[in-house]
């Protein structure tokens, strides 16, 4: 038996953003919380959104006091300015983590506490109601947060979140139209983020015959269109293909679960800051070749998704193949291939290992368990910038 959780309501397509004013209109909504990246407001991205509200009676209040890879304090002031106003209805407009935080503020705005005493790892609270409605629409092709229950903050040197079936959306939007202006820094970045939830979600320990197929047609989409998504940006094909493919993507990985890539990109955004979609695509093709060996055909299935032909290749010469695929994948985008391209210094390791130990509720999804000296291992191979398996014993 597998239980298997989904957003109640999601419009997905060119266009779908039309959707907005009759699912707000179903909310019996009047004051509108509008959580956004600065840049969309500053580029006027955000007035799809609020014009066609304040048109129709609405007010709205657009909050941009956030930032990449959010600090629990961004979280903390965000959900302290939505509970000290009126707001019935809270919109969640950009990246992952405008999403995340809007989730965060719609839930906790009826909650008591701080941020911090929800935290997965070390907070002591539950959350016990639903909070506000929430709409999530994303701009970018890889978080998948607006169909996750999860909100992820950064710590001083690492990444915790706050997670509940209350955080889902009551709707998510998922219109590929609002991503034709990212830029190709980010559409690699979100893009490889999305792939490394789908893969991740198909090798993972809880994986089944949904999320499998979730999967793979979201590594088929993106492993497909990715290159062209982020040299040529208006290329409406690509960029529908890549939407769609983080949104499967999204439900695969959240039924499912992810693994060691998350699982070491956490405190690669922690201390350094580096985007998250970054953090997972240096480090994928490494851990997926740390623990070949345990996944063998999951990865020729992988491979074969990714359009290369495997049928002459043993599932050995296959799952070989495929971590080059990645690996080339990841360099084809322009996304540095090893610690050393982000300017990680070598002493960072053991800290690094130190945090991503801790992650063990993720660790334990890999279909290899990883223990502490693997873990510096795969650190060790992305510095190094050479795929290496476990040393045999």
């Known amino acids: 038996m597998h239980k298997l959780t989904f957003t109640p309501t999601s419009y997905t397509g060119w266009g779908s953003l039309s959707q907005l004013l009759i699912e707000v209109e179903k909310l019996n909504a009047r004051n509108i919380l509008i959580v956004t990246d600065p840049l969309l407001k500053e580029i006027g991205l955000t007035n799809h959104v609020e014009k066609p509200l304040i048109e129709k009676g609405y007010t709205t209040t657009i909050y941009t006091e956030i930032a990449p890879e959010p600090p629990l304090a961004i979280g903390e002031k965000l959900v302290d300015f939505t509970r000290n106003h009126q707001f019935d209805l809270v919109i969640g407009v950009g990246g992952g983590s405008a999403l995340d935080l809007a989730k965060l503020a719609a839930v906790l705005a009826t909650h008591e506490g701080q941020v911090a005493d929800y935290l997965n790892l070390t907070g002591t609270k539950t959350l016990d109601n639903k909070g506000l409605p929430k709409i999530l629409i994303p701009t970018t092709s890889g978080t998948g947060s607006e169909v996750t229950n999860i909100s992820v903050l950064s710590l001083d040197t690492t990444k915790d979140v706050v997670t509940h079936d209350y955080l889902l959306a009551d709707v998510a939007i998922v219109d590929p139209a609002l991503t034709i202006s990212l830029p190709p820094k980010v559409t690699a970045a979100t893009g490889v983020d999305a792939l490394t939830h789908a893969i991740e979600a198909y090798v993972s320990v809880n994986a089944n015959e949904v999320t499998d197929a979730l999967a793979l047609q979201a590594i088929r989409l993106i492993s ?27 439900l695969a990985f959240f039924n499912a ?47 074969d998704a990714m359009g290369i032909a495997s049928a002459y290749l043993s599932q050995e010469e296959a799952s070989y193949k495929c971590v080059d695929a990645l690996q080339k994948l990841v360099q084809d985008v322009n996304i540095p291939s090893t610690l050393k391209g982000f300017n990680i210094p070598e002493q960072a390791l053991e ?7 801790k992650q063990t509720r993720i660790l334990a999804r890999s279909p290899m368990p990883l223990e502490r000296e693997d873990i510096y291992a795969i650190y060790r191979a992305a510095f190094d910038g050479e795929v290496r398996e476990p040393k045999q014993s």
Request: proline share 2%.
């Open 224 to 250: 497909h269109s990715i290159r062209t998504a982020v040299h040529e940006g208006q290329d409406k094909q690509a960029r529908t293909d890549m939407s769609y493919g983080s949104y499967l993507a999204g």
């Open 257 to 303: 679960g992810v693994a060691g890539v998350h699982a070491l990109a956490y405190p690669l955004g922690g201390q350094f800051h580096i985007a998250h979609g970054d953090s997972n695509a240096v480090l994928l093709p490494y851990v997926m070749g740390y623990i070949r060996q345990s996944c063998e055909k999951r990865l020729k299935d992988i491979l």
């Open 351 to 357: 800290q690094l290992t130190d945090d991503a130990t």
